[in-house]
């Protein structure tokens, strides 16, 4: 991990007078790229780290530099504590425990139990609360291929139910709205993807590794897609699917209509998706207008029950 990373050059480069670029690269299994990009990071916290070119070259503190252990915070070291306890939870592995080791030991004894306090404010559990029990291997087996630059081979259950086996290199793991996924080159569609895991299935490890090739950052952000494509439906609820309803648009677009029911604009996009949204509330809800939505919704309900009358 980045941060687990970061923390181990801080403390290579106080225990080595100079160490290469290369060296930390091998160290790290990572590039040389990503070695410069870690080092202008430790610069802008505030550590002058330089670089020598030539032979015997490399990174090195400044001299006359001197790290102290209130270098970091109380807030600096309960984030990061805080962020290190999130992973842990679910993505198992020695470098964790290494950082968590590593951090700790920045963390001077008068100011302890106050950074424990505020570590432990926020909680954050990236587990399921159900659905695959797989997840968790899965993302052990990612990471190890993100390390190792191997492949990943997998069946996968795309929009629609179409189910493909996939060849894919691995590049990124992505968790996003609670959702794990990672971003690779997929073999089969020649080009980038981004694969949620919980759609994954018989994923397997190879032993072929591949040469990285640059990647695009994965696009994550649909909420300019969302606003373009979306409408607002009116909608009549009552009030004890208010908190679920709440989970798709805020309270503003709420107005009540006596004690029981509220109307609600509610953000619309006409797919499957957000009919089988609509339909998850039952009969706490109707949809008022527009009109054609109504006859949709209407028709799908008809559908359904005709399943039922056999």
């Known amino acids: 991990m980045k941060i687990d990373r970061l923390v181990s050059i801080i403390m290579l480069l106080l225990d080595k007078e100079r160490i290469g670029a290369q060296e930390l690269a091998d160290m790290f ?3 040389p790229r990503t070695i410069y990009r870690d080092i202008d990071t430790i610069n802008m916290a505030g550590i002058p780290i330089r670089s020598t070119s030539g032979v015997g070259g490399g990174f090195e503190i400044m001299q006359n530099y001197k790290i102290e252990k209130n270098v970091f915070s109380t807030a600096d070291l309960s984030a990061i504590l805080m962020g290190l306890s999130s992973l ?4 198992r592995g ?3 425990l290494n950082a968590f080791a590593k951090v700790k030991s920045f963390i001077p004894a008068d100011r302890a139990k106050d950074i424990e306090l505020r570590a432990n404010q926020i909680r954050i559990d990236l587990s399921a609360w159900m659905g695959s029990r797989n997840i968790q291997l899965y993302l052990e087996i990612i990471r190890t291929a993100l390390q190792e630059n191997r492949l990943l081979s997998f069946e996968y259950v795309a929009h629609h139910g179409e189910k493909t086996t996939r060849t894919v290199e691995p590049y990124q793991l992505v968790m996003k709205n609670s959702h ?3 971003h690779g080159y997929c073999y089969k569609r020649n080009d980038f993807r981004l694969f949620r895991l919980s759609r994954i299935s018989d994923l397997h490890m190879e032993k072929e590794t591949f040469i990285p090739r640059d ?3 994965a696009s994550l952000d649909f909420e300019e897609i969302f606003e373009a494509m979306s409408i607002k439906i009116k909608l009549r609820i009552h009030k004890s699917v208010m908190d679920r309803v709440l989970d798709y648009c805020s309270y503003e677009h709420f107005l009540p209509v006596d004690d029981e029911y509220y109307i609600v ?5 006409e797919n499957d998706y957000n009919y089988d949204i609509l339909l998850s509330f039952g009969s706490k809800c109707e949809c008022l207008e527009p009109l054609h939505i109504r006859a949709e919704v209407k028709r799908k309900i008809h559908d359904l029950a005709a399943i039922y009358k056999n």
Do not use: A, G, H, Q
């Open 88 to 91: 842990s939870d679910m993505i």
């Open 265 to 269: 604009d509610f953000p619309f996009i």
């Open 180 to 182: 794990w996924y990672f």
């Open 29 to 31: 299994e990572v590039s």
């Open 94 to 96: 020695d470098e964790l």
């Open 215 to 217: 990647f695009p950052k």
